[in-house]
């Protein structure tokens, strides 16, 4: 930047030169032309008469002729001049010889290259000036993007405390929109006036540097009048030898002039090809300016006009300068206003924060607890892995009892997986890498071909459609094994004279819940806890006996007098096994053991809500049974069953959390299964759909009567680039390097910020521990894969990886199965169409049989299935059999031994219905404006009162409304997938959302 500047500099001075040397000879010239002077005109008569090469006839004739032009030109040049140029001619004319007024010339360059330079000195602190402005510009940019973010986790905390209050939602909602809307209109204002100063510094520097090239053109072009002079000084050497030193002095100026010309070439030759290219050419032009002498001084006027014009873009530069800053001075002013009301808005914040920490203060108890309960399981870690090997042997002895029934009712077990679960794209980083959005991110997500998902049953027109545009367009409600469809529709808990009464939680202080929490953890070494009982009434002890018992499971308490004074004393009644299992001797004999209740849950999966139960409730995980995992982005109704936990803290916990209700208690002496339920029954809403109201009719019905193919839905293989089938493979394979580098390596799109940095980790350094530290949830199967390898080292990973929980392992292998399963249905389907061929397998029983040709008139393509592979199925007898066996053997499997060395890892293998038909199938076409709507009426709106969401006859965008069931391990999904005829993949559907929504 700062050789650039003097280049300029440089540049400026020789141009001034010049034009001060150009005008000063043309100046003499015109002022000896019009001196009538005899005096001066013998000299010249004495100068010719005594030359010995005389000045051609031609020559002089037309130096008389432009006389009288000269001196028409000289009035204009003098009228153009300012103050400056009118003294100087008066002095130049004032001297008589060229070399005085050849040294007036060089003071006065003199002069103005002084004033250039103290020009170029307030030229940089301007510059120096405009780079603290943009550092103040970045520090405001910084500034308001904390403000942006301090904005969004105000937005998150409002949401919250809407839920509680309806009153302070409106107000808060109300005030953020409109600080909102201030920030906006002052960030916008900010930035458009940045970007106006940005455009005129951008216009004035282009104007700059347009100057500057005509000045260098100016330059060139003086150069050649040079040229033209010292010929005429050679003519005249003859006459006046007394000149030639003085000649060769400015020749030598002129020499020193072009080397430090080349030197500046050679440093710059790359910026200054352009020049050197045109001044070749005016090289060539410099031969045609020798013929136009008499133009030259039309030239200089009009050199002149521009380098004032030159001079006054300079004040102008100043004036936007000065302007810039004025304007700078007042968006400081305005920053501090804006200060304020940030400040005022964050004394705001915390008085919502002081009323917010008011209403979950016994939330932020229970957090404390919950943080002692991991202390305490991080200490029971240990304890844990010395019993593994006390477990394996008991494993050992178990495996040995059960036979192949079992493991096939495991695969069946397991076949009843979530029926839809799905990644939110909100709780992804993207948010990270670079601004990609959650689309950009998807991209690199698995579609539908990639998993052999490939064809429809149906012939209709397909038509688009938005899915789970909102969590709450998708809702799901278990269907029991009586069959009937469940519902929250009873918050009230059955009387039972021996539960405490709810404000149990109430009698004891933070203290006294410390001290008792200590003990319930062995971390008391007295053992005891002894609460005194201040208004010693019956019922006030009864009632902590009660708060003890119920909130502390473990612990027994009793009565003792101590002078005078009568204390509660609590001490645990059956050592550390208490914590283990639920309390046994405080739970009625008459009441069942498990408390079963309706959940109702919005935007989280079964398993996380399992675990915020547990953490609620201070109970293991595995006390919470279910019947099947639902969606996560989605509202589901299902049956859970608690564990010797009374319907009276189950519904406390409808008070303290969000998106969950419970309700429908009764006390049952059995707990729920995996797979007991029916089925369950959707109601989806598709919005912006595209299709006409005939297409539509169309599509359900063909959904109503044929179905659609039974497909292993997308949330089966995983969002991720790395698919979960692959893992399987590898499991399979035994090729467990390979199984750690596909869980653990760097994949590219949509995942969590600190899921990205431990992947990095572990490519780079390879170091489990290392990698766990960048984990701060440490139960996903990457955190649990990892503290399996700090543990058990890098070369044993079967048992590293045998620490992630069964299911999770199991998911990876069945993934695998749905992957081939999915394929060779695709294939099938394509060979043979839609209709049952011999050698096809259908069920008669509990067992399958292949179709021979005079049974194939019996069965239709709903009965037939097809096998996932394992060691106790069998496979159609067609080519799709063959089909099984060779993608097994392109993998480096064996088809004919499906029993892995671990016994988890074997695949009995199961039967799937090649097409399913939908039961009690509705829909509807509606009409909406908002897109923020929900347009299903839940059950939690129903037990509030609200009113159905109602539909305008003519709106905006349509959307279809559509219920059925579907039976267990069936994808919804899928169904909607033949209705729309297109993909289902969240890389689809999240690129559909984003075109919509621009």
């Known amino acids: 930047m700062e050789t650039s500047i003097c280049d300029i500099s440089e540049e400026l001075n020789r141009q001034l030169e ?88 060089f003071k006065k360059y003199a002069e103005l290259l002084e004033e250039h330079r103290s020009e170029q000195k307030q030229l940089k602190v301007l510059q120096k000036k405009q780079t603290l402005i943009m550092k103040e510009k970045d520090h405001l940019q910084s500034e308001h993007s904390r403000a942006i973010l301090a904005r969004s986790k105000l937005e998150s905390l409002c949401r919250e405390l809407q839920r509680h209050n309806k009153t302070l939602k409106e107000k808060t909602l109300q005030r953020s929109r409109e600080d909102e809307e201030k920030r906006k209109e002052i960030t916008t204002h900010f930035q458009n006036t940045l970007i106006d100063i940005q455009s005129q510094i951008e216009q004035h520097s282009d104007r700059n540097n347009k100057l500057c090239q005509e000045n260098s053109d100016l330059a060139e072009k003086l150069k050649g009048i040079l040229d033209q002079y010292e010929q ?319 909130l502390f499971p473990g612990l027994e308490t009793k009565t003792e007098e101590r002078e005078g004074r009568r204390f509660i004393v609590a001490y645990h009644a059956a050592g550390k096994k208490a914590l283990a299992a639920p309390r046994k001797h405080s ?73 969950f209700k419970l309700g429908n208690f009764s006390y049952q002496k059995h707990p729920l299964k995996l797979g007991e339920l029916q089925g369950n029954h959707f109601t989806v809403v598709i919005r912006n759909i595209s299709g006409s109201n005939e297409q539509v009719e169309q599509a359900m019905i063909s959904l109503r009567e044929t179905g659609f193919i039974n497909y292993y839905g997308m949330q089966r293989f995983g969002t991720t680039a790395v698919p979960t089938y692959q893992v399987g493979r590898a499991i399979l394979q035994g090729n467990w390097k390979e199984v750690i580098d596909l869980i653990l390596k760097p994949r590219p799109g949509a995942e969590k910020g600190y899921l990205v940095q431990c992947r990095e980790e572990w490519a780079r350094s390879q170091d489990p521990e290392a990698a766990l530290r960048k984990l701060p949830v440490k139960r996903c199967v990457e955190g649990q894969l990892l503290r399996g390898l700090s543990s058990y080292g890098k070369n044993n990973i079967i048992a590293a990886f045998g620490i992630i929980p069964r299911n999770n392992r199991l998911m990876y292998i069945h993934s695998y199965q749905s992957y081939m399963w999915n394929n ?59 089909g099984y066996k060779e993608m097994m053997e392109a993998d480096g499997l064996d088809i004919n031994n499906m029993r892995h060395k671990i016994r988890d890892y074997s695949l009995s293998g199961a039967y799937r219905k090649i097409i399913t038909r939908p039961q009690e199938v509705s829909w509807e076409v509606i009409s909406y404006d908002d897109l923020k709507i929900p347009l299903v009426h839940t059950d939690v709106e129903k037990l509030e009162g609200k009113l159905p969401p109602v539909y305008p006859k003519e709106g905006q965008y349509r959307a279809l409304r559509m219920e059925f069931s579907l039976p267990p391990s069936c994808y919804a999904t899928m169904a909607i997938r033949e209705v729309l005829k297109m993909d289902t993949s969240i890389k689809n559907q999240t690129q559909l959302n984003t075109v919509w929504l621009r």
Request: aromatic share 6%.
């Open 18 to 105: 010049d034009i001060i040397n150009t005008y000063g000879s043309g100046a003499s010239s015109a002022q000896e032309s019009t001196n009538k002077e005899p005096e001066d005109d013998d000299k010249v008569e004495s100068d010719d008469t005594n030359s010995e090469q005389p000045v051609t006839s031609d020559a002089s004739v037309a130096k008389e002729a432009s006389v009288g032009k000269e001196q028409k030109l000289e009035k204009k040049i003098i009228k153009g001049l300012g103050k400056e140029a009118t003294l100087l001619m008066q002095s130049l004319n004032k001297l008589n010889t060229p070399e005085e007024k050849l040294e007036v010339l």
């Open 232 to 550: 005429r000084e050679e003519h005249l050497n003859k006459i006046f030898k007394h000149r030639d030193l003085q000649q060769q002095l400015v020749d030598a100026k002129l020499e020193q002039a072009n080397v430090m010309l080349k030197e500046a070439e050679d440093c710059h030759q790359r910026e200054k090809e352009y020049l050197l290219t045109q001044a070749a050419e005016w090289k060539l032009q410099s031969k045609i300016l020798k013929e136009q002498d008499t133009l030259m001084q039309k030239q200089l006027t009009l050199y002149t006009e521009k380098f004032e014009e030159f001079q006054g873009t300079m004040t102008k530069s100043n004036e936007v300068f000065a302007n810039f800053k004025q304007e700078m001075d007042r968006m400081s002013k305005k920053m501090k206003t804006l200060e304020k009301e940030t400040t005022v808005w964050r004394t705001r914040f915390e008085s919502c924060n002081k009323a917010l920490l008011d209403v979950i203060e016994e939330k932020v108890v229970q957090d404390k607890e919950f943080e002692c309960f991991q202390l305490k399981i991080q200490r029971l870690e240990k304890l844990c892995r010395a019993l593994q090997d006390e477990r394996t042997v008991l494993y050992k002895k178990i495996s040995e009892i059960r036979g192949t029934r079992e493991e096939k009712k495991e695969e069946e077990e397991e076949e009843e997986m979530p029926v839809e679960e799905e990644s939110e794209g909100e709780e992804l980083a993207g948010q990270g890498q670079g601004g990609e959005s959650f689309a950009d991110m998807m991209k690199h997500g698995l579609t539908e071909k990639d998993v052999g998902i490939l064809k429809f049953v149906s012939k209709h027109e397909g038509f688009s459609g938005i899915l789970k545009e909102r969590y709450s367009d998708f809702v799901v409600h278990e269907i029991s094994k009586e069959g009937t469809i469940l519902h929250l529709d009873d918050l009230s808990v059955p009387v039972d004279s021996e539960d405490p009464p709810l404000d149990v939680s109430e009698v004891l202080t933070e203290e006294q819940k410390k001290q008792l929490e200590d003990l319930q953890h062995f971390k008391n070494k007295e053992g005891t806890v002894s609460l005194e009982v201040l208004e010693d009434t019956k019922e006030k002890r009864t009632l902590l006996h009660q708060a003890v018992k119920s």
């Open 587 to 659: 739970w009625p004999k008459s009441r069942g053991n498990f408390c079963h209740c309706t959940l109702y849950k919005e935007n989280k999966d079964t398993m996380e809500a399992i675990n915020v139960l547990s953490k609620f409730l201070r109970i293991k995980p595995n006390l919470i049974s279910y019947m099947g995992t639902k969606d996560k982005r989605a509202i589901t109704v299902q049956r859970i069953a608690v564990q010797k936990i009374t319907a009276q803290r189950l519904s406390h916990l409808n008070t303290c959390l969000m998106n």
């Open 824 to 882: 060779l249905v695709s294939r099938r389907i394509e060979e043979f169409g839609l209709k049952a061929v011999p050698g096809d397998l259908v069920l008669r029983g509990a067992t399958a049989e292949p179709l021979s040709k005079s049974e194939v008139a019996d069965y239709s393509i709903h009965d037939v299935v097809m096998p996932l592979p394992g060691f106790d199925v069998i496979y159609p007898t067609h080519t799709i059999g063959d």
